[in-house]
């Protein structure tokens, strides 16, 4: 269960603005802490392992270790977000988080010359991610409720996107310093995550999954529910292969290092470029919200982004490169509010942790796996080349699954979508 309470649903009645709500901020700053070190992490780990290998590929293989693990362990932990106190288990992913990142950092005190001890701590950190993504998504709707859930939504978002612009520069400028001060650094941070989420002490409404099904079968309901929502289905998909094809950013050490020549200030500067797009798009969305044409907006937005990402790829200026990724993340933050916001709404809170489960491992592959494509695609036929073929791809992808999912394109006020119970 995940947590007993005299009242069903506490927080339902609930109308004071989402940010006077002392679990929702304790919540807010887990997350704070936990993208920020993420980021930090990311743009040392990167930089680090192609100034040991000078291998494009390199940075794949870094994509490819965090999501095997994923990819195997989603549906279990999915189901145990159902059936177990989600609380918990985010705390538990976060400890986790912050062993991996001692790890890194007694990987670079070791001076070793191999990047395959890298590889082995970032499998432990993607299981902890694969644990935290459905655990934390999960629990967001217990602690604010559904009335409230867009906005939490939408400040979630820009929250991330704050870390996101300030963990790739910080982690740059950190790096000056020495990896393993950033790798220390990381570890703090993650550990704060887990001390802000242990700090919550409301009792949450008791929604768990106590079905007596077999454990394959609870594990298969959530990709079932999604395939029963054509909605979800198509938004959820939508971001895999987008994302998947335009996955520029992770050849962004490779521009930082031999196309513009910017070094790793300049390459925490473009990491954050991508989220002071997301972040100013974020704040947007926060005060206007969508209430029409929801599904066109998002295809459209997801059009632009990869349109930008051939900008991108063709750039050798850095001011010109720097405006093409903001563009980029203030498109795909359109995109992220539109599908989130309709994924919580359309699905019932005891399948909330197998459902986002399934989103989090199609993330997962959009991102850590578009990583590995783009480090194999760049290695076969050059950077550039990898680049523009993955924004000419995502807009391909645009004008197909407008046609294959109507009804996601006809969606119109996120507010009138609700969920509807498993089918038999």
Same mark, same amino acid.
């Given at each position: ?40 992490? /990311? ?19 870094? &994509? ?7 990819? @195997? ?27 991996? %990142? ?18 082995a701590v970032l499998v432990l950190f ?39 612009? &300030? ?13 393993? !001060? ?16 242990? %700090? ?6 008791? $929604?768990?999954d106590t079905s007596k099904l077999p ?11 999604? $395939? ?18 335009? &996955?520029?950013? @992770? ?10 020549? !910017? ?7 473009? $990491? ?13 969305? @926060? ?23 051939? !900008? ?6 850095? +001011?010109?490169?720097?405006? @093409? #990724? ?8 359109? /995109? ?18 197998? +459902?986002?489960? !399934?989103?989090?491992?199609?993330? &997962? ?10 480090? +194999? ?11 523009? #073929? ?35």
């Amino acid at each position: 269960m995940h947590g007993a309470s005299s009242n069903p649903d506490p927080i339902a009645d609930d109308n004071r603005p989402v940010l006077r709500d002392s679990a929702y901020r304790k919540l807010l700053a887990s997350r704070l802490c936990a993208a920020l070190a993420v980021q930090i992490q /990311s743009v040392i780990v990167g930089w680090q392992l192609y100034d040991l290998t000078h291998s494009a590929l390199t940075l794949g293989w870094v &994509g490819l270790a965090q999501f095997l693990p994923m990819a @195997a362990l989603v549906l279990p932990a999915g189901d145990a977000a159902d059936r177990l106190p989600r609380r918990w288990l985010l705390i538990a992913s976060f400890v986790t988080m912050a062993v991996a %990142s001692a790890g890194f950092l007694l990987l670079t005190l070791s001076a070793t010359g191999s990047p395959v001890g890298f590889y082995a701590v970032l499998v432990l950190f993607g299981v902890a991610r694969a644990f935290s993504g459905p655990s934390y998504t999960a629990l967001l709707p217990q602690i604010v409720g559904e009335a409230r859930l867009p906005k939490a939504i939408a400040l979630n978002s820009s929250v991330f996107q704050v870390a996101v612009i &300030g963990g790739p520069a910080l982690g740059g400028a950190v790096y000056l310093a020495g990896p393993a !001060v950033a790798y220390g650094l990381c570890a703090l941070l993650f550990a704060g995550s887990a001390a802000a989420v242990a %700090s919550i002490r409301r009792a949450l409404p008791a $929604r768990a999954d106590t079905s007596k099904l077999p454990a394959l079968q609870r594990f298969a309901a959530g990709i079932v529910y999604i $395939r029963q929502r054509p909605i979800i289905l198509g938004a959820i998909s939508l971001d895999l292969f987008a994302v998947l094809l335009g &996955g520029a950013t @992770a050849l962004l050490p490779v521009y930082a290092h031999s196309i513009l020549h !910017v070094g790793p200030l300049g390459l925490g500067a473009l $990491r954050s470029a991508v989220a002071i797009g997301a972040f100013t798009m974020g704040l947007y969305l @926060a005060r206007i919200s969508l209430t029409r044409r929801a599904g066109h907006v998002m295809f459209a937005a997801v059009a632009v982004f990869g349109l930008a990402t051939i !900008v991108f790829g063709l750039s050798t200026n850095i +001011v010109l490169s720097f405006t @093409a #990724l903001a563009i980029m993340g203030a498109a795909d933050m359109i /995109s992220v509010y539109v599908r989130s916001s309709l994924i919580q709404l359309a699905t019932p809170d005891a399948m909330r942790g197998r +459902v986002n489960a !399934v989103n989090m491992l199609f993330i &997962g592959a959009s991102n850590e796996l578009g990583e590995f494509e783009s480090g +194999v695609t760049a290695a076969l036929v050059g950077v550039v080349p990898a680049v523009l #073929l993955g924004g000419i791809g995502t807009l391909g992808v645009v004008g197909l699954w407008m046609w294959l999912f109507p009804a996601l394109r006809r969606v119109d006020a996120l507010d009138a979508v609700r969920a509807e119970p498993p089918r038999s």
